[in-house]
């Protein structure tokens, strides 16, 4: 404040009497005082005042003026119309609400601000930057691709002046449906970038609302994390097919062959979990010594999988065409023979309790809902393997082709394929070729893993399927090679793999470190699953038995 007389200078006067000189400060009211006004100050018993000399002031959050009585601070809060207020306020417009320490409120709105900057920087901003990071590799591929699209029409023109006119024309339509797939990716570029310096400029804001000490800002902050947790759609396009044919000069037009049309579809966006969901599950430390809380006797003579309907039932299936759900006491309750007769290549539980199987024989992936059978997919050049369910009731299918040299995993939405894994950022095959045991399960954090026993390892890729790490044992183990059939996940985003020769399952964490091993006297662990409380259960390949067992 300027002193009246001495307009050069600034002075800082008593909150008070707004004459004299201050020389003392209230820690408990935040005013300023001069020596007369202390006495007076103190005459309020109904407060612990803290009168302290002003050089000696603690630094504290200033208090704001309130809006209605200039002459107060708010030096309260109220929960229900979420404002600070001031005594004056509380006796009138805010009688009988629940009031707080604005101080308290403004420790508590600071840790809020801090939640959702931790969570933009560390998990939504970088999910961004990815989904960008995409976008660009495709349109990086779109040259090669489209080339490849030209090639085979320019393969196409040995009529030379006859059919170049339709040549021409059909490379007119691969460069206007390439000019509409690069324009659909600079869309969705513009729409990620805009996201993206939206999400530079809450974060630099919220950054300086955190090192500022007025509560009047942050009382006033509402939280955006919600809405960037609603990620933008993902353009798909489906890249057009060349089907050439042979030249006939009556029918050259017909003849020479098809371009399928350019499909742009625009998949729903997803919403990610906030930071709390996905970082912050119940903590359930690993047991130093897991045991065994019930055996179930399935009846096969050899048992490959196991799948959890409720806590005490399980889905099974062995050797032969008849797949059987088993309470703990190993009464059988339903038994259900595949639509073909042969032995089902696999099985899962749906989150609507259905029974899920596949089954090479035909090439299908069956539902069983009220005992009846549906065929819900029917591959052509593919065999399916292994299946499991996802948190969105998704189906997850590892498959391999019919001349057994290419591996894949796809995603399906009810009969629709959605995603289809296949090769890493190099173009390299990410599981191993070939008809051989490739188990499967979605993580917590909704990453893909597989157990890929043909390649002694683990491998991990995230949601958009680019690998993450591949686990090929335990780094000390020297002399028995890792072996890996069945997977499994549980609610701490551990990862659980069968070593079937070593008798033991590897539970890993979900960056891929080594955590323990289970043994419980285990013969040649082959199918896991994890039931809704975290009680594994292991499918004993020789003894056709399934050991249920308490590691959390």
């Known amino acids: 404040m300027l002193h009246p007389r001495r307009s050069a200078q600034t002075v800082l006067l008593c909150d008070l009497c707004e004459t004299v000189n201050l020389q003392s ?104 930057e990815e989904m960008a990071s995409d976008v660009q590799t495709e349109k990086s591929e779109l040259e090669t691709n489209y080339g490849k ?105 017909k003849m020479f062959g098809s371009l399928s049309p350019l499909s742009i579809n625009t998949e729903q966006g997803y919403t990610m979990k906030s930071a709390e969901a996905v970082s912050s599950p119940p903590v359930k430390p690993l047991l130093d010594e897991p045991r065994v809380t019930a055996t179930i006797d399935t009846g096969y003579y050899y048992l490959y999988s196991v799948s959890c309907l409720r806590k005490d039932q399980v889905w099974t299936r062995g050797e032969n065409k008849t797949m059987k759900l088993l309470n703990l006491q190993s009464k059988l309750l339903t038994s259900i023979q595949t639509k073909s007769g042969d032995t089902p290549r696999d099985i899962a539980v749906t989150r609507d309790g259905d029974l899920v199987y596949t089954d090479d024989s035909n090439n299908t992936v069956n539902l069983i809902k009220n005992k009846k059978i549906q065929t819900v997919i029917t591959l052509q050049g593919w065999r399916p393997d292994y299946v499991c369910c996802t948190a969105g009731n998704d189906l997850l299918v590892t498959m391999d082709s019919d001349d057994d040299k290419q591996s894949k995993v796809v995603r399906y939405t009810g009969s629709t394929e959605k995603q289809s894994i296949q090769f890493d950022d190099q173009g390299r095959p990410l599981y191993s070729s070939g008809g051989y045991i490739k188990y499967l399960s979605e993580n917590r954090n909704l990453d893909i893993c597989v157990a890929d026993h043909s390649a002694s390892a683990v491998v991990v890729v995230n949601q958009s399927g680019k690998l993450r790490f591949r686990y090929t044992g335990h780094p000390s183990n020297t002399e028995q090679s890792f072996d890996p059939r069945g997977i499994t996940t549980d609610s701490q985003s551990h990862i659980l793999t069968a070593d079937i020769d070593n008798h033991r399952i590897h539970i890993l964490d979900q960056d891929g470190q080594f955590l323990r091993y289970i043994h419980c006297d285990l013969s040649y662990p082959f199918g896991l699953c994890v039931d809704i409380r975290d009680n594994l259960f292991v499918a004993e390949y020789d003894t056709a038995k399934v050991k249920k067992i308490q590691y959390l």
Do not use: W
């Open 25 to 128: 400060h209230c820690e408990l009211c935040n005013v300023h005082l001069c020596k007369d006004c202390v006495e007076e100050h103190l005459s309020d018993s109904s407060k612990k005042h803290n009168v302290v000399s002003f050089l000696h002031r603690k630094s504290t959050p200033t208090y704001s003026r309130c809006p209605t009585h200039a002459d107060k601070h708010s030096e309260l809060y109220c929960e229900e119309c979420d404002v600070p207020v001031c005594s004056t306020c509380v006796s009138k417009k805010h009688r009988g609400h629940n009031l707080c320490d604005v101080l308290e409120k403004f420790s508590s709105k600071k840790e809020s601000l801090q939640k959702d900057l931790e969570e933009l920087e560390s998990r939504i901003y970088p999910r961004y």
């Open 149 to 253: 699209l030209t090639t085979a029409a320019d393969q196409q023109e040995v009529l030379h002046r006859e059919i170049t006119a339709i040549v021409n024309q059909r490379k007119s339509d691969i460069q206007e449906m390439k000019n509409k797939h690069m324009a659909a990716l600079d869309k969705n570029t513009d729409e990620i970038t805009q996201r993206i310096t939206e999400l530079r400029k809450i974060i630099e804001d919220l950054k300086k609302t955190l090192n500022t000490k007025d509560v009047s800002l942050t009382s006033t902050y509402k939280s955006r994390n919600g809405e960037f947790r609603q990620l933008l759609p993902k353009v798909r396009v489906t890249l057009p097919s060349f089907s050439p044919s042979k030249i006939n000069k009556d029918q050259l037009n």
